[in-house]
């Protein structure tokens, strides 16, 4: 017995309706925390992997065994699609480290903090680890970054300096006073962090942080009430996808299966004004 054609059509809307539509192609990608659950980041990576963007700013925790080299071919199996199709910078987590230094070998680092510039962009991957009591890592990013001619700065590094964690917030009022004033003096556009299990963004003094740290570990509780007017949040499993726009670069939340949290969009800098 065929359907009638009124039920048919009605079906096939039902169908379109439950439709996840995919996001936008993006140029450049921020994301990190993937380690803990493998299956989660090959979800995240093969997003990115189609998200058509070349340039991939990770803020750290890469794998649950820092010195097993099992865990770094397991890495080095999700992330081989993405890291095909362009840089890979990524800042030094604190479930990184290891005596065996493979984290610095997998990425092929020569120091714990760096410069690159891409295009129009100054990357400035740092080292959160010791909270930025680093003097001589302080010294050199003032130095280096008062004598970028690029037209957007970011900076990637694990620890935030604002966090909506009640039980966890006391890290960044440690970190805080060491950096943010740093970046703020600097005119940075932004800053990429990951360590607080979520989404999260803010505007601060210029400064727009993004954490992003759903690549795949087990989320954290978060509270949106700790941010402040216009802070962005979720607890999810996540990357952040960047579009350049003429002088502005947008923001795009995007999930593990590859669609747009329009809701959680933002413009990450605006060189316009």
Request: charged letters at 25%; one cysteine or more; glycine letters at 8%.
């Amino acid at each position: 017995m065929r359907a009638a054609p009124g039920f048919t059509l009605l079906l096939l809307l039902l169908a379109a309706c439950g439709e996840k539509k995919k996001a936008a192609p993006v140029d450049f990608v921020a994301y990190g925390d993937c380690r803990h659950q493998p299956q989660v980041h090959r979800k995240v990576a093969r997003a990115i992997a189609a998200s058509g963007a070349n340039l991939f700013l990770v803020t750290g925790d890469l794998c649950d065994g820092p010195d097993e080299e099992a865990s770094w071919v397991e890495f080095r199996d999700i992330v081989k699609d993405v890291r095909s199709k362009g840089p890979y910078y990524c800042s030094f987590g604190d479930h990184d480290s290891g005596e065996k230094n493979l984290f610095m070998k997998e990425l092929g680092m020569a120091k714990p903090y760096f410069d690159k510039v891409e295009g129009d962009y100054h990357v400035f991957i740092l080292d959160s680890r010791d909270k930025f009591r680093d003097a001589a890592q302080i010294e050199w990013l003032r130095k280096t970054a008062t004598a970028s001619k690029s037209k957007h700065k970011f900076a990637i590094f694990h620890h935030p300096p604002f966090m909506v964690d009640k039980d966890r917030g006391r890290e960044a009022d440690v970190i805080r006073p060491n950096i943010h004033p740093v970046l703020t003096e600097l005119k940075f556009c932004a800053a990429f962090c990951g360590h607080q299990h979520a989404f999260y963004s803010t505007l601060r003094d210029g400064v727009r942080y993004v954490v992003t740290a759903g690549g795949g570990a087990p989320l954290w509780k978060i509270d949106p009430s700790l941010g402040g007017p216009g802070d962005l949040s979720r607890r999810f499993h996540h990357f952040v996808g960047l579009k350049v726009n003429g002088p502005k670069i947008d923001a795009h939340v995007i999930d593990e299966d590859g669609v747009e949290a329009e809701d959680l969009a933002f413009t990450l800098c605006d060189h316009s004004r």
